[in-house]
């Protein structure tokens, strides 16, 4: 009887020794053919864990397949209320980083020119581009509300033709756009993850300034300067 139940306690060690074995089988083949492994910001993640500040979005894993899936993907992200109407838009490539995968959270105002109801907004992002400096392909749309501009664009992001991090130049031409009429007005910028982002523009007297512009005051007695989106003025 002893004999018999000692050869089940090592039948019973013998199965749990292969399962085990098989699991880490399974995990080093998973990792050996990329399943369950993602890549941002120069990090590595497994199947299941958080990673954060991925795009702007929010509760964002590893999935089995290596994508990056967020909770926050499927909600509010719309291009209905956009247009391109009176929008001249242009992009170019700028410089290279030297780093693996694009912050596409990353968004900076460059320039701000306003006159004879035209507006001109130049902001930089990262983005990946060619190896011979190419920008990716990119369309880029506004939309207008009663207190905040909102930019948006949608760019080519395969890797199989885009696959060097830079920073790319997007300029939003406008024309014939009111926004002298509001109290307050912030410059807004949607990313493709469907955050939206303050680009901390500076606005009075009916007009978008970018951060460290000088301007006069509507009584021209005070040199103003944008600090985004505060203004700072001192007498002249």
């Known amino acids: 009887m002893a004999k018999v139940k000692q050869r089940n306690w ?91 995968n694009p912050d596409l959270t990353r968004f900076t105002l460059s320039d701000i020119n306003q006159g004879n109801g035209d507006i001109e907004i130049i902001l930089e992002r990262e983005a990946l581009c060619t190896d011979e400096g190419g920008a990716p392909t990119q369309v880029g749309m506004y939309e207008k509300n009663t207190d905040n501009l909102v930019l948006t664009t949608i760019t080519n992001r395969d890797e199989t033709l885009y696959s060097r991090v830079c920073i790319i130049e997007n300029t939003f031409s406008i024309a014939q ?35 460290d512009e000088v301007f006069k005051d509507s009584k021209g007695e005070k040199l103003c300067t944008c600090e985004g989106p505060e203004i700072s003025c001192e007498e002249l």
């Open 10 to 100: 090592l039948l019973l060690i013998t199965v749990l020794l292969l399962i085990g074995s098989g699991i880490v089988l399974f995990i080093g083949a998973q990792k050996n053919l990329g399943l369950g492994v993602c890549y941002y910001n120069d990090l590595e993640y497994y199947q299941g864990d958080l990673v954060s500040n991925y795009e702007g979005g929010s509760d964002c894993y590893c999935s089995i397949t290596g994508d990056i899936v967020c909770e926050s993907d499927s909600v509010g992200m719309t291009y209905e209320t956009f247009s391109s109407s009176n929008l001249a838009f242009r992009y170019k490539f700028q410089n290279f980083l030297e780093k693996a």
């Open 177 to 211: 756009i009111d926004i002298s009429d509001s109290e307050s007005y912030s410059l807004l910028y949607q990313s493709e993850g469907g955050q939206l982002y303050d680009l901390k523009a500076c606005y009075s007297n009916g007009k978008l300034y970018a951060v």
